[in-house]
């Protein structure tokens, strides 16, 4: 049944949230030309075109949430359909941007010496027996762009990889499919591998270091989800945030790394993030240290995306960021459901903040 539409945003769940703060100065310098300077007072988005995009939100039958922010104050939040917008849903691979964070934090406390360190010098006990000599070279740059080179564990072979008695093991010792450093080939197992790293070179949980380095700070929840058999959490997929939580995650990178005045993730591993890296096999669209990266009518966007549509967008030039979930049983292809929301931020959301 199509909803009823709506006549005004009065009638969304509209959230104060904090004054807009300053943000352009502290992002990434390869975004922060555009970035547009909030006023005195947050504005918000055009009245009409915010009913628009909420309606349009609301027809698409797959989405359960959306979080609409801009300058830093929650401008609508509603749950259209599923849990609302407080309660901790499954964010699925967004949860690879989250790691991603939290490996920016372990080199900037020293526990990693650089993107360039190869799982030899870190960690050597997570390579398996038999392994080919080429695996003990792969970088943790590597690991974080998915370009490592051994045949994924993603898609056909995702079943196979956690049925299998060590998923560290099974993803390293996987064949090669391309050389390491030559382009993206999406795996969730990569990122299960840099998380098994960061315990490893922690003696920590990945949840653990989750709560300290991210939870804490940022004044969010992050429950436990999926461990392996050896008890390492899923370092790619099946994180748990409220849609609101990830807002607050969104918004800290669009202020560079910086939370409540204090610096979360550095700003040099902000800049580092946002730089185009390799390219995805599938939307064609650039992608950085966890981060895909594109582009719409002269705004450049940083979004984190997860299986079934659950999304994290960030349009520095326009002070924006938008969370997306959606039901995550159902697929979302670039060229279906996520083509879609990508349509409902460039062509709904953005015009409303650009006409604001």
Same mark, same amino acid.
């Given at each position: 049944?199509?909803?009823?539409?709506?006549?005004?945003?009065?009638?969304?769940?509209?959230?104060?949230?904090?004054?807009?703060?300053?943000?352009?100065?502290?992002?990434?310098?390869?975004?922060?030309?555009?970035?547009?300077?909030?006023?005195?007072?947050?504005?918000?988005?055009?009245?009409?075109?915010?009913?628009?995009?909420?309606?349009?939100?609301?027809?698409?039958?797959?989405?359960?949430?959306?979080?609409?922010?801009?300058?830093?104050?929650?401008?609508?939040?509603?749950?259209?359909?599923?849990?609302?917008?407080?309660?901790?849903?499954?964010?699925?691979?967004?949860?690879?941007?989250?790691?991603?964070?939290?490996?920016?934090?372990?080199?900037?406390?020293?526990?990693?010496?650089?993107?360039?360190?190869?799982?030899?010098?870190?960690?050597?006990?997570?390579?398996?027996?038999?392994?080919?000599?080429? $695996?003990?070279?792969?970088?943790? /740059? !590597?690991?974080?762009?998915?370009?490592?080179?051994?045949? %994924?564990? #993603? &898609?056909?072979? *995702?079943?196979?990889?956690?049925?299998?008695?060590?998923?560290?093991?099974?993803?390293?010792?996987?064949?090669?499919?391309?050389?390491?450093?030559?382009?993206?080939?999406?795996?969730?197992?990569?990122?299960?591998?840099?998380?098994?790293?960061?315990?490893?070179?922690?003696?920590?949980?990945?949840?653990?270091?989750?709560?300290?380095?991210?939870?804490?700070?940022?004044?969010?929840?992050?429950?436990?989800?999926?461990?392996?058999?050896?008890?390492?959490?899923?370092?790619?997929?099946?994180?748990?945030?409220?849609?609101?939580?990830?807002?607050?995650?969104?918004?800290?990178?669009?202020?560079?790394?910086?939370?409540?005045?204090?610096? $979360?993730?550095?700003?040099?591993? /902000? !800049?580092?993030?946002?730089?185009?890296?390799?390219?995805? %096999?599938? #939307? &064609?669209?650039? *992608?950085?240290?966890?981060?895909?990266?594109?582009?719409?009518?002269?705004?450049?966007?940083?979004?984190?995306?997860?299986?079934?549509?659950?999304?994290?967008?960030?349009?520095?030039?326009?002070?924006?960021?938008?969370?997306?979930?959606?039901?995550?049983?159902?697929?979302?292809?670039?060229?279906?459901?996520?083509?879609?929301?990508?349509?409902?931020?460039?062509?709904?959301?953005?015009?409303?903040?650009?006409?604001?």
């Amino acid at each position: 049944m199509e909803p009823n539409p709506r006549s005004t945003p009065d009638r969304r769940t509209i959230l104060a949230a904090a004054a807009a703060s300053a943000v352009g100065s502290l992002l990434p310098r390869s975004l922060s030309a555009t970035v547009a300077e909030p006023p005195a007072v947050a504005k918000s988005l055009d009245s009409t075109l915010l009913t628009r995009a909420l309606d349009r939100a609301a027809s698409l039958d797959q989405l359960h949430a959306l979080v609409i922010g801009r300058h830093s104050t929650v401008v609508a939040a509603e749950a259209f359909r599923g849990p609302p917008v407080k309660r901790a849903v499954n964010v699925k691979s967004v949860s690879k941007t989250i790691v991603a964070s939290l490996t920016g934090i372990a080199l900037d406390r020293g526990l990693l010496d650089g993107t360039d360190a190869t799982l030899r010098e870190v960690a050597p006990g997570l390579i398996p027996k038999g392994a080919d000599p080429r $695996v003990g070279g792969i970088t943790i /740059a !590597q690991l974080l762009t998915m370009q490592a080179g051994l045949e %994924p564990t #993603s &898609g056909p072979g *995702y079943g196979r990889w956690i049925e299998s008695r060590n998923w560290v093991a099974d993803a390293l010792g996987r064949p090669f499919v391309a050389e390491p450093g030559e382009r993206m080939i999406y795996s969730t197992g990569s990122y299960h591998i840099l998380g098994a790293v960061l315990a490893h070179v922690s003696g920590r949980s990945l949840l653990s270091l989750a709560r300290e380095w991210l939870g804490r700070p940022l004044g969010i929840e992050l429950a436990g989800w999926t461990r392996d058999p050896q008890g390492f959490y899923l370092g790619g997929n099946n994180m748990v945030l409220s849609p609101l939580d990830l807002f607050r995650f969104g918004e800290m990178w669009s202020r560079g790394g910086v939370w409540d005045g204090r610096p $979360v993730v550095s700003a040099a591993w /902000a !800049q580092a993030s946002w730089v185009p890296r390799t390219r995805s %096999p599938y #939307s &064609g669209d650039a *992608y950085g240290y966890g981060w895909f990266l594109a582009e719409s009518n002269n705004h450049r966007i940083a979004y984190a995306r997860g299986y079934g549509g659950q999304m994290l967008y960030l349009v520095p030039s326009l002070g924006l960021t938008v969370v997306v979930t959606s039901d995550p049983a159902r697929p979302a292809r670039s060229d279906g459901y996520v083509g879609e929301l990508g349509d409902l931020l460039t062509g709904h959301i953005m015009p409303a903040a650009e006409r604001a």
